[in-house]
T-cell receptor, first 115, second 112 residues
Framework: SQTIHQWPATLVQPVGSPLSLECTVEGTSNPNLYWYRQAAGRGLQLLFYSVGIGQISSEVPQNLSASRPQDRQFILSSKKLLLSDSGFYLC??????????????FGPGTRLTVT | RKEVEQDPGPFNVPEGATVAFNCTYSNSASQSFFWYRQDCRKEPKLLMSVYSSGNEDGRFTAQLNRASQYISLLIRDSKLSDSATYLCVVNKWGGGADGLTFGKGTHLIIQP
């Protein structure tokens, strides 16, 4: 069965510090991968998605970036955090081409507080 | 019109009652529809996909009305463990590696 891991679970970082959040998926090959953010009291916002190694599409212009160095690894980064970057960051995967159900499965998330 | 709109609630419902939520969506090109459940400070978990013909999974029934662009979720014989936020979700585009658009959720509280 497929599992998705995210770490760290919680993070407190000062404004202006860098960020690196990691997500890995097990039990599937060539998944589509996604990063979402959920701010307090708001819905989930899609930040980035990837259909393959090195392929990143950005949905929202901001000071965040994403990379996919391996098939089942997705990384969210920032060089300098802003207060507005606080939120609950969720990584998700879905089956790649050939199964067009679009169901997505989420990791446990990272709760980021920028101080 | 918001992309996905839900009544935020909270819905306070006695245990054993039936409760229904509706959700409207704006993108007529959306092809996939889901209900997710999110517990406090946890990740969303897929509850059920919503098919054109409607579908049922135990106490849960989902319906899709493409003409009016809304989906619904019915929970019968509600349990205390059903207390959660229910997210209405539609796919953003028409195909390929699709992002999902999430509603802000309907908060359900089942009372003993």
């Amino acid at each position: 069965s497929q599992t998705i891991h995210q770490w760290p679970a919680t993070l407190v970082q000062p404004v202006g510090s860098p960020l690196s959040l990691e997500c890995t998926v097990e039990g599937t090959s060539n998944p589509n991968l996604y990063w979402y953010r959920q701010a307090a009291g708001r819905g989930l916002q899609l930040l980035f998605y990837s259909v393959g190694i090195g392929q990143i599409s950005s949905e929202v212009p901001q000071n965040l970036s994403a990379s996919r160095p391996q098939d089942r690894q997705f990384i969210l980064s920032s060089k300098k955090l802003l207060l507005s970057d606080s939120g609950f960051y969720l990584c998700a995967w879905s089956a790649g081409t050939g199964i067009a159900t679009y169901e997505q499965y989420f990791g446990p998330g990272t709760r980021l507080t920028v101080t | 019109r918001k992309e996905v709109e839900q009544d935020p609630g909270p819905f306070n419902v006695p245990e054993g009652a039936t409760v229904a939520f509706n959700c409207t969506y704006s993108n007529s090109a959306s092809q996939s529809f889901f209900w997710y459940r999110q517990d406090c400070r946890k990740e969303p978990k897929l509850l059920m996909s919503v098919y054109s013909s409607g579908n049922e999974d135990g106490r849960f029934t989902a319906q899709l009305n493409r003409a009016s662009q809304y989906i619904s979720l019915l929970i019968r014989d509600s349990k205390l463990s059903d207390s959660a936020t229910y997210l209405c979700v539609v796919n953003k585009w028409g195909g390929g590696a699709d992002g999902l658009t999430f509603g802000k959720g309907t908060h359900l509280i089942i009372q003993p």
